[in-house]
């Protein structure tokens, strides 16, 4: 195992070390398995029910694979073992362990508490009237370009203060910074990303505003003034963090409401449970997989960690395991066993207040407008597999009005 990137080049070294026991070895590679084409969450639906729990896959370096809900859990909770540091650019607060994570990260859970998010509802509520309104009338459109991409990301890069001319570039750039499994094509970008932001931050150290950014440069850590640094890795971590996953969560409930027409018809009629069936919707559609570094050799089970061996937290197979989940397809309010969607342990997102009221806001006001729509079935929804389960297109029709 030349590589210390799973995801690094060396995609078809099969060499498996000595440390794997033979019956943990399982061919599965996370972004391009033909399970995960077309559908990459059918994918990891057979895949958790195929492979052992915890398994080594060849692929991509060689890697484990945390696959069902037990053994994510038990990864994402133990950062004393499984580190989130990684080289390259350090994002904070996310490449970074307790304790030095745990002040990094309480800026953000400042930031963006429950409190903080709430004075964003009227101006998420009127993007998203404007936006919907604007395709209505068409009777089809595609979902992700009119609403599912502009809504979440112009609403954050609003809140952080980057104007929208930029929306096409640095969406384009998170997007395949999340598709990509080579480091070094995924640090460039990551430059790219900066040389946008470093001017806007060093425009608002000049001028404030009232904008995160400006917020983020008049913080403290532990106590200490930030460094220009911090706030540079602060915005990009967001950057990267905002700009996909909710394109994603809300694209691929509204894939299913097209598809699955009684299921729609209980988000319309049945606004008690909205919710708790949105909560469950975001289960079965849990988009993200972080990745995590082996710090002291450790066993669960019979899997046999050794320092250095990396490991796939794969919340998208986690999340529709049938162990945790009974009928994990079924899209159940009642469901006790509660979601990975926004991951456990010291790294859980820090966003989930303000992508449930985003996604929450989509659905209610697309539910509102729009007649019950449909697959358009002229044109196929395009979606891949990625370290951030990614949906491209997603054409859709309704009768129209008039
Ligand atoms: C539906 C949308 C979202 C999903 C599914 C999601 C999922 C996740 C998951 C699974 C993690 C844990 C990663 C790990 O264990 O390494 C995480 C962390 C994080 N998320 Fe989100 N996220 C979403 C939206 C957002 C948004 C809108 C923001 C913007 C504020 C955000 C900011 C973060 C940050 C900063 C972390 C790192 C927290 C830490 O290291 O302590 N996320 N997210």
Avoid at 145 to 157: D, I, N, Y
Avoid at 330 to 350: K, M, N, Q, S, Y
Avoid at 358 to 363: A, R, S
């Amino acid at each position: 195992m030349a590589s210390t990137d799973p995801h690094g080049p060396g995609e078809d070294q099969f060499e498996i070390p000595a440390h794997v026991a033979p019956e943990l070895v399982f061919d599965y590679d996370f972004i391009s398995d033909a399970r995960l084409s077309p559908d990459p969450f059918a994918g990891t639906a057979s895949l958790v029910i195929e492979a052992p729990p915890i398994f080594y896959t060849p692929r991509r370096g060689g890697h484990w694979v945390a696959a069902s809900h037990e053994a994510a859990f038990e990864v994402a909770r133990n950062s004393t073992v499984f580190s989130s540091k990684r080289d390259g650019f350090p994002l904070i607060p996310i490449l970074f362990d307790p304790p030095e994570h745990t002040a990094y990260r309480a800026v953000l859970v400042r930031m963006f508490s429950p409190a903080s998010v709430k004075k964003f509802r009227t101006q998420l509520r009127d993007l998203a009237i404007q936006l919907i309104d604007a395709v209505i009338p068409e009777g089809r459109c595609d979902f992700v370009a009119a609403v599912g991409e502009p809504l979440p990301v112009l609403m954050f890069m609003r809140l952080l203060g980057i104007p929208d001319q930029h929306l096409r570039v640095l969406r384009d750039m998170v997007v395949t910074s999340n598709a990509i499994s080579d480091s070094a094509v995924r640090n460039k970008i990551f430059n790219d990303i900066l040389l946008i932001t470093r001017d806007l931050i060093e425009a608002r150290r000049r001028q404030p505003e009232d904008d995160l950014i400006t917020a983020l440069i008049d913080t403290s850590v532990d106590g200490r003034p930030i460094t220009f640094e911090e706030v540079q890795s602060y915005v990009l971590m967001l950057v990267v963090a905002g700009l996909d996953t909710v394109v994603n969560a809300i694209s691929f409930a509204v894939w299913r409401l097209a598809a699955d027409h009684a299921l729609q018809s209980r988000f319309r009629n049945e606004p008690q449970n909205f919710a708790s069936l949105l909560e469950d919707m975001l289960r079965r559609y849990s988009p993200v997989t972080p990745t995590r570094v082996v710090r002291e050799d450790f066993s669960i089970g019979k899997a046999k960690f050794r320092r250095g061996d990396e490991v796939l937290v794969h919340y998208p197979s986690a999340s529709a395991d049938p162990s945790a989940y009974a009928d994990p397809e079924r899209i159940d309010e009642t469901r006790r066993e509660p979601a990975l969607t926004f991951g456990v342990g010291p790294h859980r997102c820090v966003g989930s207040h303000l992508a449930r009221l985003e996604i929450e806001i989509v659905l209610e006001e697309w539910l509102a407008r729009a007649p019950a729509f449909s697959l358009d079935p002229q044109a196929e929804a395009a979606m891949h597999a990625a370290h951030v389960m990614s949906m491209t297109s997603l054409p859709l029709i309704w009768a129209n009005a008039n």
